[in-house]
């Protein structure tokens, strides 16, 4: 009975412990439920996953330490890909902090370069993976040609995008703002140079500072250095060119260049143009030394480390953009006017301010990429050498063709003569004499010809040759012999005066300047002789008697001599008064003699006989007094208001068109 009593109770306990065992149980799986679910639900995925994988467990195995390799790059791309992005956040403002900024960009590339380097290798290293798998049938074909392709796409991504978009972009966006800074540097502290520097011209060269703070260069050549690293160097020479020849440009307008655009028919009035070709010589000048110079220097400052061809284009480009071409191309549109006396003087400007610059240029514009500059430059210079010695050269024929041409009718000194005079003496002046030998000794080079200095100085005496035969050609054209003296004297004594202690002068000798001035003096007396002096004679004392019967005899014939005395004075003077002498001193002379062989006799006369007529109360005979007369002969041979003229300069072949010389611009008159 006890026994049984114990057993019972044993029973009791196992039955509590299973209970609790139970509910501990019911608990637990109360709890696991939901995850029991989840792997449930996540058992169809997994099966679909692994079902590619057909192989044994020992080749499984096998597989792992493969799996191991590829993965490590792959996992080191990726964390190098994460640290990337992670300087995004380092990168400052390069205006405010130029080195960190470079800095963190060296960083960046050379993460970039990993990136580059190692995301082939990965790649190879998945690709023999799948050549593993594939080799040992560890997964179905399906599954193989799946990862193949995945493959495939990542090896054209990545050549086709070269490793740039490796950083998402960033180190393209790092670069554009080194541009953007790279142009605010040259943007704020390029400045166009004062127009006050054109006042320090001079004949000295002048050595143009640096437009840019030395600082500012410096911070210039390190961003180039690492966008040129980059492959942006296109970039940013267009960036410094389209900044500097815009500064260029601004400091040119301030000039008022506008007459650099000047057309052909503009340039035809040589004279109204003369001012804008001493200008356009400065302003060149100006540009050259001040501007260009200053440039030259910049790029190479700049440029230097990329070598010779890179800098020295961009000088190129930042001259012509500028607007420095049309300097060459309005000598050359000059060049192209029509003939003209006073063109061979400006021609002759041109070339000296050319040969002045001929080292800047040379220095400048000498490289290949200048190439424009310099053709532009040889065609000026040959066109200015050609028609400059042109010119000279059919000087004479033009002196010679003035021939057929009528005299001046008031006797004076021609158009042609006054400057001619003037021309030689210019051409001979220390301004234009070596200008003009240097120029006839290229052009006679280019002929292979000898030119020798004797050559200049003997054109110019055949000029002055064919102005003496022009002279006796036009003289022996007036129907008055008189008129002919009057011209015949003023034009020696022009020769003369205008001549002596000129270099001219000096060339054609003394002999030659006292002959004219002998040919003055016998024509002047031959005018006297054949006109004023024929006068007194008029004036007869002969039959006049005073005394007694004769008395009324002597009105008679005083009345009739001073009538025909008065009528020959008033016919010669009326004449006369429309011939001119532009030399004062020759037209004071000249009058002087009148009035000494005509005004005592007159005078004498009148004192003696002049009561027979006066007392009548009439001035019909008296009509002039020896004051008046004297007053009258004072005012002849003077010039009249001055008109504008020309002469004009023809040649048969049409070459030499028609060209102006205003003798109130070539001539001083006295």
């Known amino acids: 009975m006890e026994r049984g009593v114990e057993h019972l109770i044993s029973a009791r306990k196992s039955l509590r412990v299973n209970l609790e065992k139970s509910k501990a149980l019911g608990l637990s799986l109360e709890k696991d439920g939901p995850r029991l679910v989840e792997i449930n639900q996540r058992l169809p995925s997994l099966e679909a996953a692994i079902r590619p994988i057909r192989a044994q ?25 994460d640290a990337i992005h992670g300087l995004e956040k380092s990168l400052s403002d390069p205006e405010s902090d130029l080195p960190g900024y470079l800095s963190v960009l060296k960083r960046l590339k050379e993460a970039l370069r990993f990136l580059g380097e190692n995301c082939d290798m990965a790649i190879q290293w998945l690709a023999d993976i799948v050549k593993y798998l594939e080799d040992h049938s560890v997964a179905d074909g399906k599954f193989i040609s799946s990862l193949k392709e995945v493959l495939t796409s990542l090896r054209e991504l990545h050549r086709a995008e070269d490793g740039v978009r490796l950083d998402g972009g960033l180190l393209e966006v790092a670069l554009d703002r080194m541009e953007s800074e790279f142009r605010r540097l040259l943007t704020e502290n390029s400045v166009p140079l004062p ?21 500012i260069i410096k911070k ?10 980059n492959n942006r160097l296109e970039n940013c020479v267009e960036i410094y060119v389209e900044v500097r020849s815009c500064i260029v440009r601004a400091s040119l307008q301030a000039l008022n260049l506008d007459y650099l655009e000047i057309s052909v028919s503009e340039f035809n009035d040589v004279q109204s143009i003369e001012g804008r070709i001493d200008h356009w010589g400065k302003h060149l000048e100006f540009a050259v030394k001040h501007l260009l110079e200053a440039e030259y220097k910049l790029c190479n400052d700049v440029f230097e480390r990329l070598g010779l061809d890179v800098w020295t284009g961009c000088f190129a480009k930042i001259a012509a953009q500028a607007g420095m071409l049309a300097f060459l191309q309005f000598g050359k549109t000059f060049t192209e006017s029509k003939k003209d006396p006073f063109k061979m003087l400006k021609l002759l400007d041109i070339f000296a301010c050319l040969n002045k610059l001929r080292l800047d240029f040379n220095r400048l514009f000498g490289g290949a990429a200048c190439a424009e500059f310099q053709k532009l430059t040889r065609d000026l210079i040959k066109r200015v050498i050609d028609g400059a010695s042109e010119l ?3 000087l004479q024929v033009q002196v010679e063709l003035q021939r057929q041409m009528p005299p001046p009718p008031d006797g004076s000194v021609p158009k042609l003569i006054i400057f001619i005079t003037d021309y030689c003496n210019k051409l001979l002046g220390d301004n234009y004499k070596p200008i003009l030998t240097q120029v006839l000794g290229i052009e ?6 000898i030119f020798q200095e004797r050559l200049l100085f003997d054109e110019l005496l055949n000029i002055m040759g064919a102005v003496q035969l022009n002279l006796e050609t036009w003289s022996k054209r007036y129907n008055d012999d008189t008129l002919s003296c009057i011209f015949l004297m003023n034009n020696h004594w022009h020769l003369y005066t205008h001549l002596k202690g000129t270099k001219l002068g000096v060339l054609l000798g003394d002999a030659w300047l006292r002959e004219h001035e002998q040919y003055k003096d016998y024509y002047s007396a031959v005018f006297l002789r054949e006109s004023w002096a024929k006068l007194p004679a008029l004036l007869s004392r002969e039959g006049l008697i005073l005394f007694s019967g004769g008395r009324a005899t002597a009105r008679d014939l005083v009345k009739k001599r001073l009538k025909a005395f008065n009528e020959a004075f008033d016919d010669m003077y009326k004449k006369q008064s429309n011939w001119v002498m532009l030399d004062k001193e020759l037209r004071e002379k000249t009058c002087q003699l009148i009035i000494q062989a005509i005004v ?19 001035s019909k005979y008296a009509k002039y007094t020896a004051q008046s007369l004297e007053k009258m002969l004072n005012s002849l041979f003077v010039p009249k208001p001055a008109r504008h003229g ?3 300069v023809r040649v048969p072949s049409g070459k ?13 008159v006295k």
């Open 600 to 618: 005592p006799v007159y005078r004498s006369y009148m004192q003696n006989y002049g009561p027979l007529v006066e007392q009548e109360g009439s």
């Open 444 to 449: 006679r080079s280019w002929k292979r010809e």
């Open 656 to 668: 030499f068109n028609n060209s102006v010389a205003d003798q109130n611009q070539t001539a001083i």
């Open 392 to 394: 000279f050269w059919e």
């Open 57 to 81: 467990s020992d080749a499984l195995v096998a597989v792992v330490g493969h799996i191991n390799r590829a993965v490590l790059p792959a996992t080191a791309v990726l964390k190098v890909f």
């Open 646 to 648: 020309s002469f004009k």
């Open 220 to 229: 210039l050549q390190t961003i180039l250095g690492r966008l040129v690293a």
């Open 195 to 215: 127009m006050s520097t054109l006042d320090l011209l001079g004949e000295q060269a002048c050595i143009a500072p640096s437009p840019l703070p030395v600082a």
